[in-house]
């Protein structure tokens, strides 16, 4: 299946200060950045052919794979100064670099690229900003073999935060983690069908618009997850990212431990 990926918001939350232009999408996890963990997840399932919905910053992306370096994330042996590699990452990729706009919204994004998809009855979907262990194949079959339009992957909720109950006196009668609240969150993993376009509207919303459609058609997949599940929305969240990968801890990177 084809891959869409949303990748030209400014992602102001991410930002260091204001000199950083760098790209959500191109902040580094590793020696590599996030769109590409991203991207590595899809390949181990056997999905290479890449849609990048670019906006701001989309020369940072484009500059990066066509200058990609493969030495920086493979073995290899040097022979006479020339590197042979002794294995790859994206030889086999196919990446469509897409212009979508700068203050487009991310449907609009998605119907900008239509085109792209074919006539392919179905593909997927991803903000570029999530790391995940999610088991992809079981998501795309739960679509698949249903009378569902689509699927979105659904997370318990990520805030350290504490919902606090109080009587009409103002005394707290219960502090509770949202954590612990049976509600789930948008995970930002999607199996589209082209169904998706009948309900999307001209600069309108993925998920405001046509999975809120969707869902009240009832055509519309929850895919629970509760495995590892991590967004690069804020410097902080990327940061601890970058700790995880540094000390071994890299749940999202099936591909080093489970065989393709």
């Known amino acids: 299946m084809k891959v869409v990926l949303f990748c030209g918001g400014y992602g102001m939350r991410m930002r260091n200060g204001a000199g950083d232009v760098v790209p959500k999408p191109m902040q580094m996890v590793g020696p590599r950045p996030l769109i590409w963990h991203v991207m590595r997840y899809y390949a181990h399932f056997g999905h290479t052919e890449f849609i990048l919905c670019l906006g701001y910053g989309g020369s940072y992306v484009k500059d990066y794979f066509l200058n990609y370096r493969e030495t920086e994330s493979n073995d290899f042996v040097l022979h006479g100064g020339e590197p042979e590699m002794l294995s790859t990452d994206i030889k086999d990729w196919t990446i469509t670099f897409a212009d979508t ?56 909720p990520q805030s350290s935060f504490h919902c ?33 376009f009948d309900v999307l509207p001209e600069d309108g919303d993925l998920v405001a618009d046509a999975c809120e459609k969707l869902a009240a058609d009832g055509r519309l997949i929850g895919y629970r997850h509760t495995g590892f599940w991590k967004p690069a929305d804020t410097y902080k969240e990327r940061a601890d990212l970058e700790a995880g990968y540094a000390h071994g801890d890299r749940p999202w990177m099936l591909w080093e431990r489970q065989p393709a």
């Open 164 to 196: 606090v109950e109080t009587d009409d006196r103002d005394r707290v009668q219960s502090i509770t983690p949202v954590s612990d609240f049976p509600i789930w969150e948008n995970g930002g993993y999607f199996v589209l069908s082209q169904d998706v």
């Open 101 to 156: 706009g700068v203050e487009t919204a991310i449907g609009e994004r998605l119907r900008r690229v239509r085109r792209h998809l074919g006539d392919d009855e179905y593909f997927l979907a991803n903000y570029a900003d999530v790391l995940t262990d999610a088991p992809l194949d079981a998501m795309i079959e739960r679509v698949t073999t249903s009378d569902a339009a689509a699927s979105m992957l659904v997370v318990p």
